[in-house]
């Protein structure tokens, strides 16, 4: 088994690019992780949480993650580092192969640890597809916060008719049909301009 040592990871339930870390999140320092070359469409589904890996894999990777924490150092169960040497991805599991929490790398360790994996056979895991598991695989970290932010404060008046209906015609520009999960769908379905000005109108309306 290749481990890798001393990098930083961002662990997050969504998979976020190391430009869009925030300076709260809580980055933490890997001691030492396993490192597996894969094919790219099971990476695909690591990053989008859409996978459950064998429980041999699982047994094989078992505690085999080191993190420094302070003057100890600490093991996460079931995590590992991946890469179809075009990206790499480190993911945490638990103890039925499901992805709980996935990192992306800063550019400089990644490119380090593809040079790795360059030299590396790639590894036959087993897995389960769950399809169409994951949602949140098409917008920015910053359009997901603004879309979070937005059905959080269409819940709030979920019970006024009035605001609903007006909130409606502003973003379909009809009032035909006035639907709360029709307006809800078509706000989470897709990230656009329009996002930035409702968000604007919630302040006046809500």
Partial sequence: MIFIYDIWINLNDSFYDFYEWNDNDMIEHVRKIPLFKIESDILNLI??????LNKTFLLSIYNKCEIFNNKRVDLIEYSAAFSDTNRVVIATFNKEGEVIEVSSLSLDEELEILDISETLNKKDIKYKDLKNKYERNIFTREEYIIINKIVQELEKIKQDEEKIKYLYFEWF????????????????????????????LLKLVV
């Fill in 47 to 52: 990053i989008k949480k859409s996978i459950i």
């Fill in 173 to 200: 520009g009809n009032s035909k049909n006035v639907s709360f999960k029709k307006l809800i769908d078509a706000i989470k379905k897709e990230f656009n301009e329009k996002h930035l000005d409702f968000i604007e």
